[in-house]
């Protein structure tokens, strides 16, 4: 096998296929497909991944592969494959699939850097330019964008007075510590023991002991020796140190009580015996446990994973980023121990490879993670759980536009394994499923504890306004709040933040700050009286007159923790309060800090965003408040009923969970919505056919498929254009079963520079789809090249904005 054919790491149209390269004599039978390797390509040096290996190629001249980055590969045959199935249905680049697969630490990273083409060419440098070059040939391409030089330094490189330079790094090596071992027979060690000075004789006698190596740090911790008598060893040769491969355990100063099973409940029986048989028979099937929230899903998880795992197999546990809570991951680590991999954000990003190569070495059976856990490159699937099934943040909103539940669902049916969903309101799209017969439903109809569902009452917001109450809580929320302190009970509040901002705006002549590179208003942060842009980052210090009138009415609105928090401790002034939201918990640890002293009751309220709704379970907390339950109603999307629906049902679950009986309290603006009223009444049956109704007479799923296409440009009419064009391409080569619609310019109609608008595909069934969007691509990647044009396709768009 001579020719390797690369995947090249520059994700664009025009690179988006396998390169065929020489292997040199050294690396003949070495490289495999799913190695990564660096390659010339024109100028540059690149990453990439071999996706096969072969005798010829028809290409003359083939360059020869630089370097192998890997002793064995990193992404195995149905990685490999898994990775063009999603360039198929995602309609992704091939080398964004491959790296969506690998922690960040292992994905290609350059030091990239322009570099002065000729002294005698410095003076061509554009005058704004020069000074980053004063002295040197080289400077980094962060510095360039930093100082908003990235135009002008372009336009070098096309006069070929700079060019761009690419430097090929790891980011986060492997973690190695010293460790002493012994280098001769231990026969000749005892022997020279006698003969040694007693610190010297200490360390070899310690390392005859053990019978293997010890890290220099067990040494000196143990021994209490200094470095002198291990070198005097090393010198003569009686022990060697080498560098041993450690892994950076997130846990490492954590104990976990080790759980016994509970006996199971009727019903958790019945579904465990379901999925169990299904793990044993290696069959795929996707099965819907439908549970009300506290009715021991987990559990049951726990014990089909024990099922997989007797079978000697492997499995894999998906949870929302937002509920991987340390409650959760303690309760797998107490049952599972050593054999779990954790993968979350909250881990560095050395700490997620440690995680990663744990999985690839099989080292460990079962991993717990957010989204891209669903990747872990296990060879022998038992099963795959995703718990709170109907979260968005399963599905992935850059490329590869991937949904967690597919990509389970497609690696399930290869290793010929059970997909277990959990949700206690699961989406439209899978119920509907269950419904149909095409996913089994198993269902969980109660609590645990005995005590059922908690008693919700909705308050209406324009009564109390009514009644001359101004204030952000309600009468009988405060009342309810007041009799916990009394009793020394918890309560958990939650402000619902998504799609509600704390804008600035002007009282005299309405004026809203907005971020200058995306269409939306600015959140103010009360630290250093900032306001920042949630899109892209923007942030600017808070203006003390209007920038259009110059009045000084100029304030926010619009209601943030910070001032929900304020407000509480002058109404309660005893109240301790602990708030989260992304202020208080952006430091590692930070959100488990936070949580254990509630645990602890250090804390009366626990205030928070919709980071507070999930996975929480404190015996002590016998009421919860939703601030604002309607914030979210009022978005551009089509699921914004569901999406509230779930919210208040989750958050609702978070009362009463152990002796104590609980209660909500849902402040709102619109008591009449379907969404309230039935979250209220803990009715999801009711609400699903409501909103079937609602979605059939409008076209959405799960009655009908959607594409979203967006366009986008710095002019807007050149935006315009594009989508335009695109759906006048669509409209002529999709059949007439499918609608498309638009264009029009987007709910945020701006972002990050650009205008953007967007047209959509709704179909029932459209065999010509995926060909006739790679066209669309295909003809618009050409006028992203002279125009600037950025087009976009979300194959299944969760975010409607
Ligand atoms: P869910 O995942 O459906 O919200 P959990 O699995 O968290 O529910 O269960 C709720 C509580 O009930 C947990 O504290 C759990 O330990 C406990 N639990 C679950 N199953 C049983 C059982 N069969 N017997 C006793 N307690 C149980
Ligand atoms: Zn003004
Ligand atoms: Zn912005």
Redesign the pocket.
């Known amino acids: 096998m001579k020719v390797a054919s690369v995947i090249v790491d520059v994700p664009s149209r025009q690179t988006d296929r396998p390169f065929d390269y020489w292997i040199p004599e050294r690396w003949r039978g070495v490289i495999q497909p799913g190695m990564r390797v660096t390659v010339p390509f024109g100028a540059r040096r690149l990453q990439g991944f071999v996706v096969d290996v072969k005798d010829h190629s028809d290409i003359k001249q083939l360059k020869p592969i630089e370097h192998v980055l890997d002793v064995v590969p990193v992404l195995n045959e149905e990685l490999l494959d898994l990775g063009r199935h999603l360039m198929e249905t995602t309609l992704c680049f091939a080398i964004s699939a491959y790296q969506a697969m690998l922690p960040a630490a292992m994905r290609a990273k350059y030091e990239k850097t322009l570099r002065l083409t000729d002294e005698e060419k410095r003076e061509m440098l554009p005058d704004e330019v020069k000074p980053l070059f004063a002295g040197r040939t080289e400077a980094a391409w962060k510095e360039v964008e930093a100082a908003g030089l990235w135009r002008a330094a372009q336009k070098a490189v096309q006069q070929g007075v700079l060019e761009a330079v690419y430097k090929v790094k790891e980011k986060a090596g492997k973690k190695t510590v010293k460790h002493a071992a012994i280098a001769i027979p231990s026969e000749q060690a005892k022997q020279e023991l006698g003969s040694l000075p007693t610190r010297q004789k200490e360390v070899l006698s310690f390392l005859l002991e053990k019978g293997q190596a010890a890290s220099v740090a067990e040494l000196q911790a143990v021994l209490g020796v200094s470095s002198a008598p291990l070198k005097a060893l090393v010198d003569k040769g009686f022990v060697v140190l080498n560098d041993v491969e450690v892994y950076r355990d997130p846990y490492e100063h954590r104990t976990f009580q080790p759980s016994e ?5 009727r019903a ?1 029986e019945a579904a465990l015996a379901k999925i169990a048989a299904s793990v044993r028979a290696g069959e795929h099937r996707t099965f819907l446990l439908y ?12 014990q089909a994973i024990d099922e997989a795992l007797r079978q000697g197999k492997e499995a894999i546990v998906l949870v929302p980023e937002i509920s991987l809570t340390p409650q959760m991951v303690e ?1 797998f680590k107490s049952r599972f121990g050593s054999k779990v991999a954790v993968l979350h954000s909250g881990l560095s990003v050395g700490e997620k490879y440690d995680e990663w190569r744990k999985i690839h070495r099989k080292e460990v059976q079962l991993v717990v993670g957010a989204r891209s856990a669903v990747f872990a490159p296990f060879e022998n699937l038992g099963m795959i759980i995703i ?1 709170e099934e109907h979260e968005t943040s399963y599905k992935q909103e850059e490329m590869p536009r991937y949904h967690a539940r597919d990509v389970a669902i497609y690696r399930a049916r290869r290793h010929s394994c059970p997909v277990v969903l ?1 949700s ?1 309101t699961p989406s439209l799209e899978t119920f509907a499923r269950a419904a149909k017969g095409v996913y089994e439903l198993l269902e ?1 109809p109660e ?3 005995d005590r059922g569902l908690p008693d919700v009452h909705v308050v209406d917001m324009r009564e109390e306004l009514r009644s001359g109450n101004r204030s952000m809580f309600s009468r009988r929320l405060l009342d309810e709040l007041r009799r916990r302190l009394e009793r020394g009970e918890q309560a958990v509040l939650l402000l619902n933040r998504r799609g509600y901002s704390t804008f600035v705006m002007c009282r005299s002549c309405g004026y809203v700050i907005r971020c200058p590179h995306c269409d939306i208003s600015l959140t103010y942060h009360r630290a250093g009286e900032r306001m920042k842009c949630h899109y892209c980052g923007h942030e600017e210090p808070l203006v003390p007159r209007c920038p259009s009138c110059g009045s000084e009415h100029i304030r926010f609105f619009g209601t943030g923790t910070q001032k929900v928090e304020e407000e509480l401790t002058r109404l309660l002034p005893k109240a301790r309060v602990i708030r989260m939201d992304v202020d208080t918990t952006g430091r590692k640890g930070a959100h488990e800090e936070l949580l254990s002293r509630f645990a602890a009751k250090e804390a009366d309220i626990l205030l928070g965003t919709q980071m507070i709704a999930k ?1 929480l ?1 404190f015996p002590n907390v016998t009421l919860v408040g939703v601030l604002a339950a309607d914030t979210m109603l009022h978005l551009p999307d089509f699921r914004a009923a569901e999406k509230t629906f779930q919210l208040l049902t989750q958050v609702s ?1 978070r009362a009463g ?2 002796e104590l009986p609980g209660e909500v309290i849902i402040q709102t603006y619109t008591p009449d919505h379907y969404s309230i009223e039935l979250a209220a009444r803990h009715d999801y049956r009711a609400f699903y056919q409501r909103e079937m109704m609602l979605r059939k007479a409008h076209g959405y799923p799960p009655y009908y498929y959607l594409t979203l296409i967006t366009a986008a440009h710095e002019e807007a009419p050149a935006a315009a254009k594009a989508a335009e064009k695109i759906a006048a391409y669509l409209r002529k080569h999709l059949s007439h079963e499918a609608a498309v619609l638009g264009p029009v310019a987007s709910p945020i109609a701006r972002l990050h520079d650009r205008y953007r608008y967007q047209c959509m595909i709704k179909y029932k069934r459209e065999p010509n789809l995926t060909a006739v969007l790679k066209a669309v691509i295909d003809r618009y990647q050409a006028d992203a090249a002279h125009g600037g044009v950025m087009v976009t396709i979300d194959t299944n768009p969760y975010m409607m904005m």
Do not use: F, N
């Open positions: 099973p509970p006996v199971l409940t958790q549970g009300v929230t506290g009715s021991g899903k987990t559990e049951v998880y726990m309760r718990d959990g206690a969980l609590r645990i504890s996975g379970d679950g969970r152990h």
